[in-house]
């Protein structure tokens, strides 16, 4: 059995939420919970997060964005323009909707 030693640096693998996106189930109730708090900043994170699950490419093709806009508008603390998030929820496959 091998002991570490007081001080030793752990790497431990970069924590990456993308990779628990892989379901639109998932993907739902991470986008719904995101827009539920309000934070302009951490839905565009969001919907890059997504995007990335998805594979990036194939997002900017579906939205008809360039893959170099896409990560500009959705890298994280930015504030995307409404026409680029509904361009970007479309191509997920998804839709915005209000309820009173």
Do not use: C
Not at 36 to 52: F, N, S, T
């Amino acid at each position: 059995m091998k002991i570490l030693k007081k001080g030793k640096n752990l790497k431990h693998p970069e924590f990456d939420i993308a990779r628990l996106l892989k379901s639109k189930k998932a993907t739902t109730e991470y986008l719904n919970q995101v827009i539920a708090d309000g934070d302009d900043a951490e839905l565009a994170a969001a919907l890059g997060h997504i995007a990335r699950a998805r594979g990036m490419a194939q997002i900017a093709q579906s939205s008809g964005l360039t893959r170099e806009a896409l990560y500009k508008a959705l890298k994280p603390n930015t504030k995307p323009r409404f026409d680029t998030v509904s361009r970007v929820v479309q191509a997920l496959g998804m839709r915005i909707t209000v309820h009173a």
